[in-house]
T-cell receptor, first 114, second 110 residues
Framework: DVKVTQSSRYLVKRTGEKVFLECVQD?????MFWYRQDPGLGLRLIYF???????EKGDIPEGYSVSREKKERFSLILESASTNQTSMYLC?????????????FGQGTRLTVV | QKEVEQDPGPLSVPEGAIVSLNCTYS??????FMWYRQYSRKGPELLMY????GNKEDGRFTAQVDKSSKYISLFIRDSQPSDSATYLC??????????FGTGTRLQVFP
């Protein structure tokens, strides 16, 4: 079974803190994605990576950065957390050439910034 | 304008009803079309994907794509309470960027 594991299910952080969300996949997938999910807005792509050390901005990259030092791990970094970054964060992975395969999602991390 | 539009619902139907879920899109570069299902407090899971215009059937589920109208649909026959979930349409262009609709929340009551 494909497994995409996110390090935390729930996280509470203070405004201004640097926050790290970790994601690990065990299927040797080339592509990894970070989305945030908000009511009425659906899943919005923050960043995605198609190879180690490679990254591409999604639709809402502002306030976020990412790191992909190893193929199986993709980290999302909130440089200085703000209350408008309170959201559900979902990590996904898939083989290159998503036209012929699917993206697998983790369980999500619900982040609250106070 | 969003690239992918989807009515958020909620949609509430009785058990056994036929459900129709829809998305429209604006970019003709989208090539592949998918439907994901997301149960409460879980990540989305792929339900079906299609490429060309036309229908694709899998059990009680039928996915329909009309590229000329930029319109995709998911039909659920004989809906069950276990189908209660949020259904998200998703699309891919020629890169691997997966773009989602907002999701439609479906409730099937016994």
């Amino acid at each position: 079974d494909v497994k995409v594991t996110q390090s935390s299910r729930y996280l509470v952080k203070r405004t201004g803190e640097k926050v790290f969300l970790e994601c690990v996949q065990d299927m040797d997938h080339e592509n990894m994605f970070w989305y945030r999910q908000d009511p009425g807005l659906g899943l919005r792509l923050i960043y995605f990576s198609y190879d180690v050390k490679m990254k591409e901005k999604g639709d809402i990259p502002e306030g976020y950065s990412v790191s992909r030092e190893k193929k199986e791990r993709f980290s999302l970094i909130l440089e200085s957390a703000s209350t408008n970054q309170t959201s559900m964060y979902l990590c996904a992975s898939g083989h290159r050439g998503l036209l012929n395969t699917e993206a697998f999602f983790g369980q999500g991390t619900r982040l609250t910034v106070v | 304008q969003k690239e992918v539009e989807q009515d958020p619902g909620p949609l509430s139907v009785p058990e056994g009803a036929i459900v129709s879920l829809n998305c429209t899109y604006s970019n003709s570069a989208f090539q592949y079309f998918m439907w994901y299902r997301q149960y409460s407090r879980k990540g989305p899971e792929l339900l079906m994907y299609t490429y060309s215009s036309g229908n694709k059937e899998d059990g009680r589920f039928t996915a329909q794509v009309d590229k000329s109208s930029k319109y995709i649909s998911l039909f659920i026959r004989d809906s069950q309470p276990s189908d209660s979930a949020t259904y998200l349409c998703a699309m891919i262009k020629n890169t691997d960027k997966l773009i989602f609709g907002t999701g439609t929340r479906l409730q099937v009551f016994p």
